[in-house]
């Protein structure tokens, strides 16, 4: 099943930066993880924000919650989930 | 570049079905053009509502204008332009 | 998988009223139907609208989207769909 | 009488997560009991986001409203609530 | 149980005079039934606007449904409804 | 004249509770001052939120707001103020 | 009492033109009347919108509900009232 | 004074073409005059949507509302308007 | 040139009082000075809420902004402002 | 490409002046770099608020990313990204 997820990310500025940069890196290997097993179809940056939207690929919401929740920067996100299914004239079996 | 596009389709009820049919017909034929070109990208319906959200890779902002200026839907679509990059964790050249 | 939906429907005034009782019957059997196949699992009025909210237990979002579309009031509706999952204090396999 | 209440919980970066972890457990415990007393009567996490959607059927608004100011999470809460009632077209006496 | 209720009136303008004057004055018999029952708590003017602001006394959510829908001019209405119940600070019963 | 006021509460964390509870009932004392003066008509509790709504029968905008600006909780509110006035259909000199 | 108005026209197109000048002629004679009565203090227009704010200075919220009603252009207005009041701070009597 | 402005147009879908065609080509050339008088100093087409953003450069703002009440699709149109000033950092008197 | 300016102040809990007086009084103090000089051309509190409605008459909207910037409480300040200009139905040249 | 952005600034309080002054400093070098390298195209103060709009002409939203991310005062920023593109009408290769 497919999902949609816009997140924006807001970095508390009482975060120290070390912390910080350590989330960064654990969420990159976590959402490479993703990736690489086809469940993080795809993400994109949105220009001009701390934001990013995902295309993801999974059982059902339950798996996506549970890799949502999973995220070290989830704390610092507000989210956005909408569910997608198949477009009748879409040619790639999307 | 990429560019998301979200189109929310609203039919008006005096549009005769025909004349409906006719232009989903040829809407259809359009997109399958571009997405054979690699310029429509990916169409995922939003599933519950007359809608979809899609991605687009053109040369810039003319021509995704131009594309969407030229759908025979247009006219009864409201549509949200979020311009994406790629993002640093992303593993494909997506 | 669950989906939350909440349906608001909008009765145009040139819609003449016969039309409209047949379509909210033909509605009301479809609504029974998908009831008694278990995928449309709860049905509820928004007190003092003419709006419900509503629990689908289908297999994806493909599917809801085929029922939602296929309901005759649906081009009278707006819709807002919230994909849901098992709560871990839930203690029903709701 | 029939409520849906939707509560998105935003957890302060500054609770020590013993405090919260106690707080949840108390929520569930006090969810748990809810639940077998039949006023709790659904219970769903809304996929990717820190918050669920619930269906409460007691006596009263002024029931709800002890219930809701009662739970151990409820400081940390925004929460939308919307009065139900039966539909014409539900065939269980939901 | 107590119900706030916002009531804002979109007059149509293809609505022919005589008719809506029927309406207002069917309305205006209805309203004052309800409040004579002890139904129609108060029933306040918005400043500046065709809207309302009214209290309904009620046994639950579905007697305001159905007292909110059978109001001739519930098809103009757009409608708001809040849930309330007695304040501890409040020195009437009210 | 009349106004109808929403008052959002929000409790700051770092408040300490015995401040907060002296607060309350301070508010609590004002509060029933003005019932008894008849200034402050009506105060209902929001189910499920911690807000009330109420209605000031007051000389003027003035009054109402030097009556607000001086209530102890005023600081944790965000305040929503709409005028009202009789409407032809109240039967009761509301 | 001091009211802040903002209200937008929305004219509708099959408005034929003569009846419109005719409704915006009486609309000014109105106006004006309610200006040298020291009723309708200021008018201005928001520069690029067919839309005004204006300041009343009436007895009470039921004589600017009675001005506001009896607009020939109110049928095609929204409107957005504030109550306002002296404020510490201003010099004039305004 | 600068003033940015966003428009954005909606066709009636019972505006006959050759009108609308007529009242388009009669816009542009009056924004090309606008252009050359230096009033209109930036127009800009926003991607995907049948909407512009503008800068135009007037004596004050009461100039403004008379260009844009002018336009030819003005009763089409929605706006947004912002008052612009010089920014400290920009190194053109621009 | 015009402008409306709504300014809603949040005064941080942590201000200590003091340094708050002071700069409420310097405040007023600027205030009364800029509508002596009839740049402040009226100042309304707006009931019931912690801000104001104010209208300028300046050289243009660089001056606003200085004068804007320049508060005491602007740091407290989110602001609203509007372009207007003379009403064709104004009778003062207001 | 060209790209409108529109940059609001959230100073918070515990930022000490220094540090704040020399964020301001460095942005502004940076701003004008970027406006001597055709890049920043438009910079202009919105009356009245700390934000500005802006008009980047930049290869692609990437680029666009990388120097809003790269700003000293992004992490204090809420932005807005609109793309844009040239209007038929505009004279110049704006």
């Known amino acids: 099943?497919?999902?949609?997820?816009?997140?924006?990310?807001?970095v508390p500025r009482d975060l120290d930066q070390?912390?910080?940069?350590?989330?960064?890196?654990?969420e990159k290997v976590r959402a490479q993880e993703l990736q690489r097993a086809?469940?993080?179809?795809?993400?994109?940056?949105i220009a001009g924000q701390y934001a990013n939207v995902s295309i993801f690929d999974v059982a059902d919401a339950g798996e996506l919650h549970?890799?949502?929740l999973g995220l070290p920067l989830f704390p610092f996100m507000t989210t956005e989930v909408t569910a997608?299914?198949?477009?009748p004239s879409a040619i790639a079996d999307d």
Chains 1, 2, 3, 4, 5, 6, 7, 8, 9, 10 share one sequence.
């Open 84 to 87: 997608l299914c198949r477009h």
């Open 18 to 26: 070390d912390t910080f940069e350590a989330l960064k890196a654990t």
């Open 66 to 68: 549970d890799i949502m």
């Open 38 to 45: 086809g469940k993080w179809r795809h993400l994109w940056r």
């Open 1 to 10: 099943m497919l999902f949609m997820v816009r997140m924006d990310v807001h």
